[in-house]
């Protein structure tokens, strides 16, 4: 009888031994595949989102660059260089007000306006007549035109997102230089367009299952929003975080990272847009 006893207890321990060694093992593996699962998952998010950035990156880039080949012709046409030549001669600079004139139509009512100016950014010709005889900058600002102009690739200058100084409306703002025929510069086509129709489109894109997506254009150039979700934002100063956030595009270009703002939690995907200097 003992001796059963006694292999009654050793079956016991066993069974125990065996048990725990199974629930040890069971929880091993499922620690495993849960991480297993988070990490796959935060990687098809990183992947997911990093797609929705790039998509709307390349679509920026288009928009903007296709702008600048716009002004960049128009500071190409030789009426411009003659007014710029000749500004007082009456003919010439009529001449240049109905280039510029027929030169916007083909955009209907997307640009807010288009002007030629010295390089005292001195207003020449406007197709918003009242800004004729203004100044598109003053004091520093006017010297700061002139050495964005010269520096910028085809001399065609993206200031970014501001408020125009013909109608005070939110534009994005392009100067392009007309130059002689021994390059040196004379003068600026300038003007703005509107960017509803951007942000309209950006917005329209598939979000791709993440429909609570808020999307931001961060000007580098300018230190201000190309656009934001709250359209009061829209050109107004960036704020310290988004200093952050172009810090590591500027170094990595494009990522994924954990961002809180106001105590939320959020996943945030960045990309650099080099030839327009903006981050989305």
Do not use: W
């Amino acid at each position: 009888m003992g001796k059963i006893f006694k292999n009654m207890k050793m079956g016991v321990k066993i069974s125990l031994t065996v048990s725990l060694i199974l629930i040890l093992s069971l929880g091993s593996v499922m620690m495993v595949t849960l991480n297993t699962v988070q990490t796959n998952t935060k990687n098809d998010t990183a992947n997911r989102l990093g797609e929705l950035a790039n998509a709307r990156a390349t679509y920026v880039a288009e928009y903007f660059n296709e702008f600048e080949r716009y002004f960049g012709s128009a500071a190409k046409l030789p009426v411009f260089k003659e007014a710029l030549e000749n500004p007082d001669d009456p003919e010439k600079i009529q001449a240049a007000q109905s280039a510029l004139e027929g030169y916007i139509q083909g955009r209907g009512d997307t640009m807010e306006g288009l002007f030629l100016a010295d390089l005292d950014t001195k207003i020449l010709c406007h197709t918003v007549k009242d800004a004729i005889g203004g100044y598109t900058a003053t004091g520093d600002a006017v010297q700061e035109r002139k050495e964005s102009v010269e520096s910028a690739e085809n001399m065609i200058y993206l200031r970014g997102v501001v408020a125009s100084t013909a109608t005070g409306d939110l534009v994005a703002s392009v100067y392009a230089g007309v130059c002689d025929d021994n390059g040196n510069l004379l003068g600026y086509v300038g003007g703005g367009t509107y960017i509803n129709e951007l942000k309209e489109a950006i917005y329209g894109m598939d979000l791709n299952g993440y429909n609570d997506t808020q999307i931001y254009v961060l000007n580098v150039s300018n230190n201000n929003y190309t656009f934001s979700p709250n359209d009061e934002e829209d050109g107004t100063e960036l704020n310290e975080n988004d200093a952050l956030i172009i810090a590591d595009a500027l170094a990595n270009n494009s990522g994924v990272v954990a961002y809180t703002a106001n105590g939320v939690a959020y996943d945030l995907a960045y990309e650099y847009i080099p030839s327009v200097n903006m981050v989305l």
